[in-house]
């Protein structure tokens, strides 16, 4: 399956992982902000965490604290959670990778719309993509939680905001199945992924994929 940037009125970017190489900044502050209820208690959120790539964080403590701690144990509550987790999310964001050719994508699709749909919470996105210099690019907004993925996508569709034909990329399965929930094509981005069984996934399912947004500028097809 061949993917040509120049058919799409717009194109929908996931944050972690696709624009920033972050989702080992998001693993670590999940790890770090829920610490107060044992190594054990963290290490099974990561592996929920991970399990679940694109899903907002307000979901996951909801899980952990109703789901994956043991009956009786104390800890931080939630927004001592929330709080703990943004403060050790800030600081990665605003030194990690930024994806490579961006803004000479930006330029070869200089007709189409693009937005940030993200599992990252919105007002937090907003602010590190300014201050990154990078908030300019998304003509059509950055959005992320507390809204799920599929809300916004639906939202932004009735309002015209998001004008189809359109493509969303994202290295996650939820990324997939919100995308195809709501109409959009899609096309998975390997190169920084925690889905370890993307492969097996994209051949199932018949997804495009590629390594990097680096690998659009030279070439429309996906990639081996």
Same mark, same amino acid.
């Given at each position: 399956?061949?993917?040509?940037?120049?058919?799409?009125?717009?194109?929908?970017?996931?944050?972690?992982?696709?624009?920033?190489?972050?989702?080992?900044?998001?693993?670590?502050?999940?790890?770090?902000?829920?610490?107060?209820?044992?190594?054990?208690?963290?290490?099974?959120?990561?592996?929920?965490?991970?399990?679940?790539?694109?899903?907002?964080?307000?979901?996951?403590?909801?899980?952990?604290?109703?789901?994956?701690?043991?009956?009786?144990?104390?800890?931080?509550?939630?927004?001592?959670?929330?709080?703990?987790?943004?403060?050790?999310?800030?600081?990665?964001?605003?030194?990690?990778?930024?994806?490579?050719?961006?803004?000479?994508?930006?330029?070869?699709?200089?007709?189409?719309?693009?937005?940030?749909?993200?599992? =990252? %919470?919105?007002?937090?996105?907003?602010?590190?993509? !300014?201050?990154? &210099? +990078? $908030?300019?690019? #998304?003509?059509? @907004?950055?959005?992320?939680?507390?809204?799920?993925?599929?809300?916004?996508?639906?939202?932004?569709?009735?309002?015209?905001?998001?004008?189809?034909?359109?493509?969303?990329? =994202? %290295?996650?399965?939820?990324?997939?199945?919100?995308? !195809?929930?709501? &109409? +959009? $094509?899609?096309? #998975?981005?390997? @190169?920084?992924?925690?889905?370890?069984?993307?492969?097996?996934?994209?051949?199932?399912?018949?997804?495009?994929?590629?390594?990097?947004?680096?690998?659009?500028?030279?070439?429309?097809?996906?990639?081996?």
């Amino acid at each position: 399956m061949s993917i040509h940037l120049n058919h799409y009125q717009t194109l929908i970017f996931d944050c972690d992982g696709v624009i920033l190489n972050s989702n080992q900044v998001k693993t670590q502050a999940f790890y770090k902000a829920t610490l107060s209820y044992g190594e054990a208690a963290a290490e099974s959120l990561v592996n929920y965490h991970i399990q679940h790539g694109g899903i907002s964080r307000y979901h996951k403590f909801e899980v952990f604290l109703n789901e994956l701690i043991p009956p009786g144990t104390t800890g931080a509550n939630l927004d001592e959670l929330l709080a703990l987790y943004a403060q050790e999310v800030r600081r990665g964001l605003l030194t990690c990778e930024v994806a490579e050719g961006l803004a000479e994508l930006r330029q070869q699709t200089a007709s189409s719309r693009w937005l940030i749909v993200s599992g =990252g %919470d919105q007002n937090e996105l907003r602010d590190i993509f !300014r201050q990154r &210099g +990078l $908030d300019s690019l #998304f003509d059509g @907004g950055i959005f992320g939680s507390p809204d799920r993925k599929e809300q916004i996508l639906h939202r932004e569709l009735d309002n015209g905001n998001i004008k189809q034909p359109a493509l969303f990329l =994202g %290295d996650s399965q939820y990324d997939s199945q919100a995308a !195809r929930a709501t &109409g +959009l $094509d899609f096309m #998975f981005i390997s @190169g920084w992924t925690e889905f370890k069984g993307w492969q097996k996934y994209c051949s199932e399912n018949n997804l495009p994929h590629i390594k990097t947004l680096a690998h659009l500028l030279s070439s429309p097809r996906d990639e081996n």
